[in-house]
């Protein structure tokens, strides 16, 4: 006898008001219609504005569909019990002035779990996320990491057979990635199933099953590797050059039978509108992987053009020879707590440094120090030839800077956000305009100039804050986190834009938890337990894996994590 499904669809649309008056309606979901078995899980991906969250939010009955059917364990979801479901949003739901402890009791209670009758529940959710010794300290004193597994251990508190995850790691590095999904499957119920929205398609292809959704429509529906199929035939690789690694990406990327192009190991791998490779010699056939057929399903058949956003920045070759950002020693200390030590390197102009490591390793704080956020407890740091100390006004004017959460007007439109980041960097009259309508068009902006900002899904909320950070063309730019959240399409055309306006002589210092776009980097420092533990190119870490032919930055970025864990183990 065939199970009875815990979550059917049939036939779901939802449509909604337009974002300014006149505007025609949003339909965010069409026709939608799905099954998931219990003990199933389901990987719901798709591009930026696709329908993901709505869905999700449908799922929840936070959202009445306007037509079609939902129903969870048999039942309509209007009338089911909201505590069967255990749903987690984006960037989670967590009291960040409470602590551990209050957060989780709290969400216990609201799903009618008493704490103290039930030690043994909330002893194993603090033994699985490891969150036991911190249990005293606020929610917004974790790192990204642990808030995302508190927010996780909330949501499914009660074990309820139906978990709705919305992005559980997004902002997280590989090894926490890597935990929080081990933490879904220990924390689900006996027989729960799982939907997991991603932006990261190697986390989908965890799941059982994949949809794709765009425009509020089922692109694929079955198994991911399946979805890697989709690109059969038409990926391909070759050998990286021994220099110009980035030009030879760019130059990839802008070839009109090119749907995307990524570095991996020691490979260019190019995926293409046919089954013939780009020109050149070298190339030959190569594994597709589901990003790949995320790529190969959603292409629109245009080739990627030249960056706008860097055609507007100066070309900069003077000083070529001059740290445009330079840390020594710095250090940051709170109490007995140190955050950062010792942390030492330089990046030059027309450079992409890239700090690595994990939630809570010490790279926020030392990027904050040399944004001027943080005062540092000891070392300096320079911008643009400016001491942090004694010119931190000159130095902030320099640079560009787009921090790792949102901190634009939430209760502002697109377009008065722009308006506004430009006259604080002094644009003012025609000069504003044109830097504010080229930002929204190199950006896809303009379907959203007169929305919310803060209602904004998470990837367009990154293409504003990108925008934003270089309005003025600045000769430093930071970047913390740029592509947290955004889909495998627009993290491309995102580093095509860093790329190329490195390439104009812009020094650009970046954080990222995507070990492919670091191979874009120049030089990395890795950091963990707020020390520097390696340095180089990215194939000077990639050395670190020995026994792997052709190893990849991720397996390197993992190797050298755990080494130096064992060693402290060793040595305490």
């Known amino acids: ?22 505007a025609p309606p949003v339909q965010a979901l069409d026709g939608i219609s799905l099954t998931l078995q219990p003990g199933h899980s389901l990987g719901l991906v798709g591009p930026d504005a696709g329908g993901k969250t709505t869905l999700m ?20 979801v209007a009338d089911l019990d909201r505590s069967l ?18 957060n989780l009791e709290l969400y216990a209670r609201l799903r009618g779990l008493d704490p103290e009758a039930n030690p043994e529940r909330m002893d194993a959710l603090y033994r699985a996320t490891g969150l036991g010794p911190f249990k005293d300290r606020a929610a917004n004193r974790l790192s990204g990491g642990m808030r995302q597994k508190l927010a996780l251990a909330c949501a499914v508190v009660a074990a309820p057979p139906l978990m709705l995850l919305d992005e559980p790691s997004v902002g997280v590095d590989p090894v926490s990635r890597r935990e929080i999904w081990d933490l879904a499957q220990q924390l689900a119920g006996p027989g729960s199933a799982i939907v997991w929205t991603t932006s990261i398609l190697e986390d989908a292809g965890k799941c059982d099953d994949v949809i794709l959704l765009h425009h509020g429509t089922i692109l694929y529906d079955g198994p991911p590797a399946g979805l890697a199929q989709r690109a059969a035939g038409r990926t391909f690789a070759r050998p990286l050059p021994a220099t110009n690694r980035r030009e030879a990406l760019q130059a990839l990327l802008e070839r009109p039978e090119v749907i995307s192009a990524t570095m991996s190991g020691r490979a260019l791998r190019a995926v293409c509108r046919a089954d013939s490779p780009p020109p050149g010699p070298g190339w030959g056939p ?26 507007a920045f100066p070309l900069r070759t003077a000083d070529r020879d001059r740290p445009a950002i330079a840390a020594l020693q710095l250090t940051k200390r709170y109490g007995d707590f140190v955050a950062a030590q010792d942390i030492t390197f ?42 942090l100390t004694s010119a931190r006004a000159e130095a902030r004017e320099a640079m560009g800077y787009m921090p790792q959460k949102f901190s634009l007007y939430g209760d502002l439109s697109v377009l008065a956000n722009l308006r506004f980041v430009a006259g604080s960097y002094g644009l003012t009259g025609v000069a504003a305009r044109e ?11 303009g379907p959203f100039g007169a929305s919310m900002a803060g209602l904004l899904p998470l990837g367009i909320k990154q293409r504003l804050a990108l925008g934003a ?17 955004v889909d495998p399409l627009i993290r491309r055309e995102f580093w095509h834009h860093i790329n190329a306006i490195a390439a104009r002589g812009t020094a650009v210092l970046v954080t990222t938890h995507f070990m492919d776009e670091a191979e874009n980097c120049d030089r990395l420092l890795l950091i963990n337990r707020s020390q520097a533990i390696a340095s180089g190119t990215p194939d000077d870490l990639k ?14 970025f993992i190797t050298l994590i755990e080494a130096q864990g064992r060693s402290e183990s060793a040595a305490a």
Do not use: W
């Not at 479901?85 to 209050?102: F, K, N």
């Open 85 to 102: 479901i255990g749903y987690m949003p984006q960037g989670g739901a967590l009291y960040g002035e409470l602590t551990v402890r209050q």
């Open 435 to 445: 830097a504010v309508e080229r930002v929204m068009s190199a950006l896809d902006l």
């Open 57 to 76: 939010r449908v799922l929840a009955g936070l959202v009445e569909a306007d037509s079609g059917e939902v129903e969870v364990m048999g039942r309509p």
């Open 469 to 485: 950070a270089v309005l003025h063309t600045p000769p430093v730019l930071f970047l913390d986190e740029p592509t947290s959240g």
């Open 346 to 387: 330089t990046v030059f102009p027309g450079e992409i440094f890239g700090l690595l490591g994990p939630n809570g390793a010490g790279k926020s704080t030392t990027f904050r120090m040399l944004c001027g956020l943080i005062t540092p407890s000891g070392g300096r740091g320079t911008v643009a030839g400016r001491e």
């Open 286 to 311: 190569a594994l597709p992987t589901a990003e790949d057929g995320f790529s190969a399903i959603l292409d629109d058949g245009q080739a990627l053009p030249p960056s706008a956003l860097a055609e």
């Open 543 to 556: 050395r670190a894996v020995l026994n792997n032919q052709d190893p990849t930055l991720e397996q390197a």
């Open 1 to 22: 006898m065939t199970e009875a499904p815990l979550l059917r669809l049939v036939d779901v649309a939802k449509r909604f008001k337009g974002s300014r008056r006149g």
